[in-house]
């Protein structure tokens, strides 16, 4: 038996089955009734379809998933209920995985609704990973009303998805047969990493994605089943992945904070990280930075920069409860400056040691219908450790140089020791929260200060 699945997950596919015996072939997963109301909806100009979703959204609160512990306390977790995840409301104080992985693992894969497989997407080749960019762009939106939607680059997705040892079967896709459009997306990463004192191999799960057209057909949990059974495959049984809604259970929850860089810019597209209580003139005077850094050593990273940076950072993540163990390749991989994707800078000192290091991702962001503005750039900060340099100050030289860059705001989240600049570089709190978990381990739950960011989010 693998780690996750029983009886009862079954007949959530067999009732995928069951609906799809009264719809024609190609009709699965599509909403039911005589028109398409997907179609006419397309057929609307675009601030027509933003209006609907604004109302959709208002009206439709009680239906969407628990964005806090109080609404999920009220949720059936038809899915999540039958994984080894902790229940919510559980005390946890010991340590473990809550099944043990077990040496057979299902050999088919799990069954998918006719009309619809299954197709393990090469990543490596262009044509695939351009079919990945247009789903995740075209359904992953940002904002509840739909007026800024996450645009990832070709770049971001070779990236974020082929660190070393990645594995083409752990990037799961559904496909439609009859026009083999991509329609659902997993995957994972491996990933070594450090719940307090134990050290296991896992992965990190990502790009959760599933087509708009397709929502709350129960897809995911044939995805997630999927997914969880080629990581078995491979002899792993836990895994790490956040989420910004409220599922069983939390290990872990932070807010994420924002840092005006180009307030006019922020201001006219109404970003939803603004303080409300500011006019333009004050939100600009607020947010002036200065035009040069100030650190004396501070640097761009180079290759030769990798062994320094993995010893500074093997030291810092030391401090935290759940923390990456990062190889000499992973840290090539993650940090060393990629145009658009990811920037690091390292401060050296005057015997040419390193002593700290700072990095930024990008995140592009498209926006729809604004008549001036077209796109949005979001440097989110990945890993910090300073040794000589003050928190502060390397932080503030951060976001000049972000601003240089052409950014417009920096995010950050309130994990590791992140408390110690976020309010004194005028960050302002977003109202959202970001929840991190574990698949098959329990561990007593982490206050945000103990988390490092897990590589990227996304
Ligand atoms: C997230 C997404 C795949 C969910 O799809 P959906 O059509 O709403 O949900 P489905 O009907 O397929 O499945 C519902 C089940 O999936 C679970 N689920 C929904 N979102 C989830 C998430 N982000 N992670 C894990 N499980 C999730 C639900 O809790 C539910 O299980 P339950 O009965 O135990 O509560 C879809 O909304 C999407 O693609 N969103 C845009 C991208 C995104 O936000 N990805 C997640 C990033 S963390």
């Known amino acids: 038996m693998e780690m996750s699945f029983s009886d009862k997950k079954l007949t959530e596919v067999e009732s995928l089955k069951g609906r799809k015996k009264k719809q024609k072939k190609e009709d699965a997963w599509k909403p039911e009734g005589p028109m398409d109301p997907f179609a006419m909806l397309d057929s609307l100009p675009e601030t027509k379809q933003q209006e609907i979703q604004k109302a959709l959204h208002l009206f439709s609160l009680g239906r969407s998933l628990p964005k806090t512990l109080q609404q999920a306390k009220k949720h059936m977790y038809q899915f999540w209920d039958t994984q080894p995840v902790p229940k919510l409301g559980d005390s946890i104080v010991t340590h473990g995985p809550i099944v043990e992985g077990e040496a057979s693992v299902r050999k088919e894969p799990y069954s998918l609704p006719q009309g619809f497989s299954w197709d393990t997407l090469d990543l490596s080749s262009s044509t695939v990973l351009k079919e990945l960019c247009t789903l995740l762009n075209e359904n992953y939106v940002e904002e509840d009303d739909n007026t800024i939607r996450l645009e990832f680059s070709l770049e971001y997705l070779q990236w974020a998805l082929q660190p070393p040892n990645w594995l083409a079967q752990w990037n799961c896709g559904v496909r439609v047969d009859a026009n083999n459009k991509l329609v659902g997306f997993v995957a994972a990463l491996p990933a070594d990493v450090r719940i307090y004192e134990t ?3 896992m992965v990190q799960v990502k790009f959760l ?46 807010r994420c904070w924002h840092r005006l860089l180009n307030p006019r810019k922020l201001t006219e597209v109404t970003y939803p990280g603004l303080r409300q209580n500011m006019n333009l003139q004050r939100a600009l005077k607020f947010n002036r930075l200065p035009e040069v850094t100030k650190t004396p050593g501070l640097r761009p990273m180079t290759k030769e920069d990798v062994v320094g940076i993995h010893s500074l950072l093997q030291a810092n993540l030391r401090k935290f409860y759940l923390s990456p163990v990062l190889s000499l390749l992973e840290i090539e991989h993650w940090l060393l400056p990629r145009g658009n994707v990811i ?45 000589a340099t003050d928190s502060v100050d390397l932080m503030e030289d951060t976001l000049v140089l972000a601003k240089s860059k052409g950014f417009d705001v920096f995010s950050a989240l309130e994990v590791m020791d992140n408390r110690s600049f976020l309010e004194k570089l005028k960050f302002s709190i977003n109202d959202k929260s970001l929840h991190y978990y574990l698949y098959n381990w329990m561990c007593p739950k982490m206050s945000p200060d103990k988390l490092p960011v897990i590589s990227n989010s996304w």
């Open 209 to 254: 994605c599933v087509h708009k057209k397709l929502r709350l057909k129960r897809m995911t949990p044939v995805l997630i089943r999927e997914l969880a059974r080629r990581v078995n495959q491979q002899g792993l049984h836990q895994a790490v992945y956040t989420a910004g809604i409220v599922l069983p259970t939390p290990m872990s929850s932070c």
């Open 343 to 387: 920037d690091t800078y390292v401060v050296e000192g005057n015997d040419g040691t390193l002593t700290d290091v700072v990095s930024f991702y990008s995140v592009s962001s498209r926006v729809l219908n604004h008549p001036v503005h077209t796109g949005l750039r979001e440097a989110h900060l990945l890993y910090v450790a300073s040794t």
């Open 199 to 201: 050290e296991k191999r």
